[in-house]
């Protein structure tokens, strides 16, 4: 069976070790000869990487590993490239939430004006990742997890449309998670689900148990009684995530169609998670402190102990098996079906062919190929429609370098409440990520 080498594009992010120890729990489906991290942070990285060696040391040996900051040296020789990169770090990310908070504006990470802003920093980013993949390693496929995913994926598409870049969330993940536990099913691949709409702005519309039946409306029966509970892992239970949960019973109760994913509470109650929120302190503060020192923690302990200590997978890998998964059906050619987000070519008749739409999608050596959705309510599509605007609008602005299309994408975005307010938080932004952003004209 062949082995793969794998780089983790991130190296110094704290999904990292629970990566690395999700992949060398699956070794005998997916062997691996090599795992390289690469990061333009070598301290940072350093942190991570030195205990993660001494894990790959003590579990099996025979991988070989390398963190490195030089390009050449991380992607040359690889098959896969698990990218997660966060541009500008986390102090970027509590200037993302916290500005549009000074408006009475939705602050969140990938979502509304913040979201934006990520993902125009992320672009470039992203770009120089895939770059150098085919550079280097032009036969790899990248499995890109760094959000905000949709915004990058339409970058993608538009600027390296014949790129081998697999987009994928472990939003739905975490959510199936828990669907799989209220329905009483060991592990979420006990279901097939259909699914539609764009990253962290879509609805399940079926859950099929292995029988062929839809286990649905016992699922919306049991959410309307209990509620939607988290899944067990730290970026799923910080408290902000646990309020999130705890509402989701208001969003099926309004729209009670299909079952949304949580991110839609934003769009659909922008006015009152905005005053929900604390502007002083947002979800960036509880990460940096909580999970990130929690998990740095850990690493430190693992270090310390020669990798005696042992940690908790579940806590700090929200991916659960997923990755693996994907990885092995694209290297094996199984067309196992999970959810990506891929261009639409007509999987949703009623948008435009080259919309990045996260729908299910077999995964062979060649690719995705998507699941035909069909006709779609006209409230969802027309939300939909309103959200990809946004999305294409400001990836325009990136490479056209164009303070309009900057502007037309935040005011078109839903948790914005009118021009003007979208240009002040426009023009907060553009002062904030200089360095980060393309210069506006």
């Known amino acids: 069976m062949k082995k793969f080498s794998i780089l983790i594009a991130g190296g110094g992010s704290t999904y990292t070790p629970g990566i690395v120890l999700m992949l060398l729990s699956h070794l005998d489906r997916f062997p691996l000869r090599s795992i390289k991290f690469y990061d333009n942070d070598a301290e940072r990285q350093k942190i991570v990487a030195d205990a993660c060696e001494v894990l790959i040391r003590e579990r099996n040996p025979e991988i070989s590993f390398l963190a490195t900051t030089d390009p050449e040296t991380a992607f040359t020789d690889v098959d896969f490239v698990m990218a997660h990169i966060r541009a500008g770090k986390y102090a970027m990310r509590e200037l993302d939430e916290k500005i549009p908070m000074k408006y009475n504006v939705v602050g969140q990470e990938t979502c509304g004006p913040g979201g934006i802003a990520y993902g125009m920093r992320s672009i470039g980013a992203m770009l120089e990742l895939v770059d150098y993949m085919e550079k280097y390693s032009p036969q790899a496929w990248m499995l890109n997890y760094s959000n905000p995913a949709a915004i990058v994926a339409e970058a993608t598409r538009k600027l390296r449309p014949d790129s081998r870049i697999l987009n994928i969330c472990d939003m739905p993940i975490g959510m199936e998670q828990s669907i799989a536990k209220i329905l009483g099913f060991k592990d979420r691949k006990e279901m097939d689900v259909r699914y539609f709409g764009l990253n962290h702005f879509g609805w399940w519309t079926k859950l099929y148990d292995k029988s062929g039946t839809d286990r649905m409306p016992e699922l919306k029966e049991k959410i309307m009684q209990f509620g939607l509970a988290a899944s067990h892992d730290k970026h799923h239970s910080d408290p902000s995530w646990r309020h999130t949960w705890e509402n989701f019973k208001e969003i099926l109760t309004d729209f009670p169609e299909y079952l949304p994913n949580t991110y839609l509470q934003y769009y659909l109650y922008a006015k009152e998670c905005a005053e929900d929120g604390d502007p002083t302190y947002t979800r ?15 690493v430190r302990l693992v270090k310390e102990s020669g990798g005696t200590h042992e940690v908790n997978l579940g806590l700090f890998n929200a991916f659960g098996d997923f990755i693996v998964d994907v990885a092995c059906s694209i290297a094996y050619n199984n067309a196992d079906r999970y959810l990506v987000i891929v261009e639409n070519n007509g999987a949703i008749p009623a948008l ?19 699941v035909v959705i069909g006709d779609i309510p006209t409230f969802h599509l027309g939300m939909i429609q309103q959200q990809l605007a946004a999305e294409k609008l400001i990836v325009d602005a990136y490479f056209e370098q164009s303070y309009q299309k900057a502007l037309e994408a935040f005011t078109m975005n839903k948790t914005v409440p009118s021009a003007k307010v979208a240009r002040k938080i426009l023009d907060r932004m553009i002062e904030a990520n200089k360095g980060y952003w393309p210069k506006l004209h």
């Open 284 to 298: 960036a503060n509880m990460v940096m402190d909580g999970r990130e020192k929690e998990m740095y923690e850990q």
């Open 352 to 370: 435009p062919k080259d919309a990045m739409v996260e729908v299910p999608c077999y995964l062979r050596t060649w690719g995705p190929e998507p």
